[in-house]
């Protein structure tokens, strides 16, 4: 019985050439090809709007809280107000600052200096935890972005050899002949960059509101340390 890339190239005129039979009739690598790419895409646009969706609602809470946090409410109520919830972005370095602020006044730290120094590094650390929460599987857009039309063109190569290998066989060059198999083949370019230009766009854009972010919680920390510090000055 011939395999399947030999039927596609000696079907005759008029032969079915819809992407489903297409996908029936490829060579089994170019399958896996073909299923590959297209869970790949389908990935890659739930990470795209789970991440829209993400990043609209962070900047939302950062919007609220900096409402609250500039309003003349005392450090100790807001404080109170976000402790014991899962709090935001931004509310979650203040709280994390907070909370060893009063750890180390609770148990008599003597060095304003090494207050400073411990209340910094827990809002560098908070804010690094932060980032990579909204970075993650950002990773993963870019090498969509980068290796699916390699992949794709894999399936082409790999399809379009079979088919001239069964032609070959065949001894026959006629176009009608040829373009089943031809079509097969360049169906797998034709995903890998389905999945690829969507990714790499998404993966720009995602990057860049991860970074203002990020930039907008850096920019918080530094103005809230400066308070801190200037309260650590006070009671010491």
Same mark, same amino acid.
């Given at each position: 019985?011939?395999?399947?890339? !030999? %039927?596609?190239?000696?079907?005759?005129?008029?032969?079915?050439?819809?992407?489903?039979?297409?996908?029936?009739?490829?060579?089994?690598?170019?399958?896996?090809?073909? /299923?590959?790419?297209?869970?790949?895409?389908?990935?890659?646009?739930?990470?795209?709007?789970?991440?829209?969706?993400?990043?609209?609602?962070?900047?939302?809470?950062?919007?609220?809280?900096?409402?609250?946090?500039?309003? $003349?409410?005392?450090?100790?109520?807001?404080?109170? !107000?976000?402790?014991?919830?899962?709090? $935001?972005?931004?509310?979650?370095?203040?709280?994390?600052?907070?909370? %060893?602020?009063?750890?180390?006044?609770?148990? $008599?730290?003597?060095?304003?200096? $090494?207050?400073?120094?411990?209340?910094?590094? /827990?809002?560098? /650390?908070?804010?690094?935890?932060?980032?990579?929460?909204? %970075?993650?599987?950002?990773?993963?857009?870019?090498?969509?972005?980068?290796?699916?039309?390699?992949?794709?063109?894999?399936?082409?190569?790999?399809?379009?050899?079979?088919?001239?290998?069964?032609?070959?066989?065949?001894?026959? !060059?006629?176009?009608?002949? /040829?373009?089943?198999?031809?079509?097969?083949?360049?169906?797998?370019?034709?995903?890998?960059?389905?999945?690829?230009?969507?990714?790499?766009?998404?993966?720009?854009?995602?990057?860049?509101?991860?970074?203002?972010?990020?930039?907008?919680?850096?920019?918080?920390?530094?103005?809230?340390?400066?308070?801190?510090?200037?309260?650590?000055?006070?009671?010491?």
């Amino acid at each position: 019985m011939p395999d399947s890339v !030999t %039927e596609v190239i000696l079907a005759a005129p008029g032969s079915d050439l819809s992407l489903m039979a297409l996908f029936v009739q490829a060579h089994i690598v170019v399958k896996i090809v073909i /299923v590959g790419l297209l869970l790949a895409s389908v990935w890659t646009w739930a990470i795209i709007i789970n991440k829209t969706f993400l990043y609209r609602r962070v900047r939302r809470q950062m919007d609220r809280f900096e409402t609250a946090f500039w309003s $003349g409410r005392s450090l100790e109520d807001l404080y109170a !107000t976000v402790k014991g919830r899962n709090p $935001g972005t931004m509310a979650a370095v203040f709280a994390a600052a907070m909370r %060893e602020w009063k750890r180390s006044f609770e148990t $008599g730290a003597s060095s304003p200096l $090494g207050l400073q120094n411990r209340i910094d590094k /827990v809002l560098d /650390v908070t804010i690094g935890r932060e980032t990579e929460r909204l %970075e993650r599987r950002l990773l993963f857009l870019a090498t969509v972005g980068s290796a699916a039309p390699f992949v794709g063109l894999f399936g082409t190569v790999w399809g379009i050899m079979t088919s001239f290998q069964a032609i070959a066989t065949s001894k026959n !060059t006629a176009l009608a002949v /040829v373009a089943p198999g031809i079509a097969e083949a360049l169906l797998a370019t034709a995903l890998g960059l389905l999945a690829a230009i969507p990714a790499v766009v998404a993966f720009n854009k995602l990057s860049s509101d991860a970074a203002k972010i990020s930039n907008r919680l850096e920019g918080f920390a530094d103005e809230f340390s400066a308070i801190l510090s200037r309260q650590i000055d006070e009671r010491v």
